[in-house]
């Protein structure tokens, strides 16, 4: 298991930009795969993006393909997600999250550790 850390949320207007950094802990950060979740009030949480244990894959949801990118540092043990052209409907808690498999189509069963989430606001 490896213990998270989500930073970087806060309050933002429509078409800004922020960037969420996940720290982990332990020396074996570099063999999970890590995601992003979000979970807006009242909705399930949701697949955001997730990167393979090198940096050189990754995966989107659809809809926010283009818009969000997702990237780590092993070195540093970190993962980050950059938003930009937000949007009020991108309001939701956003989670960090790691997995032993890489695969495409993730699920929340797929990721046996959480982070404890950071608040996302934007405002139109």
């Known amino acids: 298991q490896v213990q998270l850390v989500e930073s970087g949320g806060g309050l933002v207007q429509a078409g800004g930009s922020l960037r969420l950094s996940c720290a982990a802990s332990?020396?074996?950060?570099?063999?999970?795969?890590m995601g992003w979740f979000r979970q807006a009030p009242g909705e399930e949480r949701d697949f955001v993006a997730a990167?393979?244990?090198?940096?050189?894959?990754?995966y989107y949801a659809g809809s926010l393909k283009g818009r969000f990118t997702i990237s780590r540092d092993n070195a540093k043990n970190t993962v980050h997600l950059q938003m930009n052209s937000l949007k009020p409907e991108d309001t939701a808690v956003y989670y960090c999250?790691?997995?032993?498999?890489?695969?495409?189509?993730?699920?929340?069963?797929?990721?046996?550790?959480w982070g404890q989430g950071t608040q996302v606001t934007v405002s139109s």
């Open positions: 999250a790691a997995s032993g498999s890489w695969k495409l189509d993730y699920g929340v069963w797929d990721f046996g550790s």
């Open positions: 332990g020396r074996t950060f570099s063999r999970y795969a």
């Open positions: 990167i393979n244990w090198s940096g050189n894959s990754t």
